[in-house]
């Protein structure tokens, strides 16, 4: 088959389908055998297989040529000790019950694009170049340990049908996972992934588990579906560790909080409308999991980017001064209804301020009588009678004109009162949704 054709098929825009189908197809007919050490002897001089059926094929030792396999259907091939120098191709193949051993090295990459595993079992792989298995079906367990990925590891439109785990991996370049489909299990176990990590658009019909993997780049689950439970709560992260969550369809993610704040892409790049989103869907995760302590603080996240994204200028002097009234009241004054003991800190800094406003000028203060013997301005009254005016106002309000004060002095007195009243309702809205919750 022509290159040009091939690339047609297995390319990024083509879906394997039809042609997969029909190249499946012909793999299932009845094929000639070819003798597993003519084999060998044919892939060690170069040459290309097409259409037959090896069983029990053993590859060891040194091959310097490219390697190419067309249609063929390989029972029980096994790797060991192998080096392949050359690209290595399995076009649209059949494995059945491949292994690899004691150090198997593909020096310029291994392709399984459009193939058929069954129930494949790969120890000690080292692939320098690009891994390919785009479209790629497994069935049975496909398994991956201690495997060395120097390259682009590539899973576009691959389908597991049944579990899938990769243990003790690392993957040195980009590990896509797009559009990957797995029926059951997907588990990556003590995995390394030094670039991106791209699962966006993958469909999981059972659990996802990272395990103990670390991730150093970007972990992309936007658009995923995640129809069981994802386990996240164990992985390790690098410094410049991102995730993204963006239109994924999962309800059941275990993840902390420490996990995502400050790591969430959208934000890190200032797209606030779109972190706001993806903490919206925390937030839900973690009200279905019974996680209120986890919910507050994804929905307090929300609202900062809730905040954040809304449009404001200069132009329009409102927009910043609604936007500095949102952050001091509801951010600093309560969390957004989360922290009912912002709110007590608040209302301590603002009766600490106004009393030392009211220091100043004591005797216009309606005072009945000085707290301490001596004049009124002395210091020890001066300071109690500002703190007990502040904590007065701040607490029962401006209730009369009897509390009138000389002058200028009112003014702070009003406004005392009228912030005393809103940060009093704050608190006990935030304090009575924690109790009810």
């Known amino acids: 088959m022509a290159i040009e054709e091939r690339e047609a098929i297995a390319s990024d825009e083509a879906t394997p389908g039809a042609e997969d189908g029909a190249a499946v197809e012909v793999v299932e007919r009845s094929k000639p055998d070819l003798a597993p050490a003519e084999a060998a002897e044919r892939l060690r001089s170069g040459e290309v297989i097409r259409n037959v059926r090896i069983v029990d094929l053993r590859l060891r030792g040194e091959f310097p040529l490219p390697i190419r396999m067309e249609f063929v259907e390989l029972i029980r091939p096994k790797f060991d000790r192998a080096e392949f120098l050359g690209d290595v191709v399995f076009d649209r193949c059949k494995l059945v019950k491949p292994t690899s051993g004691k150090g198997c090295v593909f020096a310029k990459g291994l392709d399984l694009r459009g193939s058929n595993v069954i129930k494949g079992l790969f120890r000690n792989l080292t692939v320098r170049g690009q891994l390919r298995c785009d479209g790629m079906r ?13 390259d682009k590891v590539r899973f576009w439109d691959a389908r597991f049908n049944g579990w899938a785990e990769f243990h003790d991996c690392t993957f040195a370049g980009e590990a896509d996972f797009r559009s990957l489909h797995a029926e059951e299990g997907f588990k990556l176990v003590g995995c390394r992934f030094e670039g991106d990590a791209l699962f966006r658009g993958a469909n999981f019909c059972k659990r996802w588990d990272a395990g103990s993997t670390r991730f150093h780049g970007l ?77 507050d603080w994804a929905f307090y996240r929300f609202k900062i980017n809730q905040r954040r994204s809304r449009p404001r200028s200069w132009r329009k002097p409102w927009t910043k001064l609604a936007q500095l009234g949102d952050w001091l009241f509801l951010d600093v004054g309560c969390g957004y209804g989360t922290n009912p003991f912002r709110a007590v800190r608040m209302s301590a800094i603002l009766m600490l301020s106004f009393g030392l406003i009211y220091m100043i000028d004591v005797s216009a203060l309606p005072v009945e009588k000085n707290p301490f013997p001596g004049e009124i301005t002395a210091p020890i009254n001066r300071v109690m009678i500002g703190l007990l005016t502040s904590v007065s106002v701040f607490t029962s309000g401006f209730g009369s004109l009897r509390d009138a004060a000389q002058g200028w002095m009112n003014l702070p007195l009003i406004a005392e009162s009228l912030l005393g009243t809103l940060l009093w309702g704050l608190f006990i809205v935030a304090f009575s949704r924690k109790v009810i919750r």
């Open 219 to 295: 972990l992309d689950l936007s658009r995923a579906k995640l129809h069981d439970f994802a386990y996240l709560e164990a992985i390790e992260v690098g410094p410049e560790h991102t995730i993204a969550l963006h239109n994924a369809l999962a309800e059941r993610i275990l993840i902390r909080p420490e996990q995502v704040e400050g790591r969430l892409a959208s934000e890190r790049a200032g797209d606030f409308e779109r972190a706001m989103q993806e903490y919206g869907l925390l937030k839900r995760i973690f009200e279905g999991l019974h996680r209120y302590e986890q919910e």
């Open 138 to 150: 497994t069935f049975g367990l496909f398994q991956v340990i201690k495997g060395t990925f120097g």
